[in-house]
């Protein structure tokens, strides 16, 4: 659909230009049908994502916090459609681990020349002065080669996805300036999360992203830590 979206407003442009107004009213008129699918058809995917977490929370009544109030900390995983989330205690491991992988992938990039200062836990400058969001997620056995991560919405300028395995090895995935200006719009959200969805396929990791053709990273990853950092070998406050 975004591929012929952009289409058309190269052709409205060609009308105007070439002063054809039975095409221009054509095109626009289009556009504006088209355009307006696409925003309830996100509202739509807000509002199911909302849903299945209201769900989640009726049904366990135990968990009285949000989950997605951690949701780049956490392998929440959707199957058959709903959102499945962990235990408390499962959620404080997993938080545990993203946190020790985030420290290591900013240790490993200090080692490299580049010093990122902590801004809060997912968000670091880069010394070019850019917002840096890291998140993390790990691999579910119920649902392997898939991963669901979340970023504070509209509060960074490029990401990095950590990605753990099943076998406890990760890979970074860094989504500079230039890809999130281009596809940033189109990610969806809730809950003032941005949200990533990662799938390995035929060893490519690839996201998906509403209303866009399916994106190979594999060119977008990089080195970082073989294993999450322990915080007794890492001082934080070093980059704060």
């Not at 998140?135 to 649902?143: D, G």
């Amino acid at each position: 659909m975004q591929n012929t979206i952009e289409r058309a407003h190269e052709a409205a442009k060609n009308a105007l230009n070439g002063k054809k107004h039975g095409r221009l009213f054509e095109v626009a008129n289009w556009l504006h049908q088209a355009e307006n699918l696409v925003k309830r058809r996100k509202a739509i995917e807000t509002e199911a994502f909302q849903m299945a977490a209201s769900g989640n929370q009726i049904l366990n009544p135990q968990n009285s916090s949000s989950p997605l109030n951690h949701a780049h900390e956490h392998s929440s995983q959707r199957i058959n459609g709903n959102f499945h989330f962990q235990t408390s205690e499962k959620k404080a491991s997993a938080k545990a681990r993203g946190k020790a992988w985030r420290l290591g992938y900013v240790k490993s990039k200090a080692q490299l020349g580049e010093h990122l200062h902590r801004i809060t836990e997912t968000l670091y400058r880069t010394p070019a002065g850019l917002t840096r969001g890291i998140a993390y997620a790990s691999e579910s056995a119920k649902r392997p080669e898939k991963w669901f991560l979340g970023l504070p919405h509209d509060q960074f300028q490029e990401v990095v996805l950590i990605c753990e395995s099943l076998d406890g090895s990760a890979v970074q995935i860094h989504l500079p300036k230039s890809f999130m200006d281009k596809c940033g719009k189109h990610f969806s959200f809730a809950h003032g999360q941005t949200l990533f969805n990662i799938i390995r396929s035929g060893g490519k990791f690839i996201i998906s992203i509403p209303n866009m053709e399916p994106i190979d990273l594999t060119g977008f990853t990089e080195p970082g830590p073989s294993k999450p950092l322990s915080n007794a070998k890492f001082d934080i406050s070093e980059f704060v």
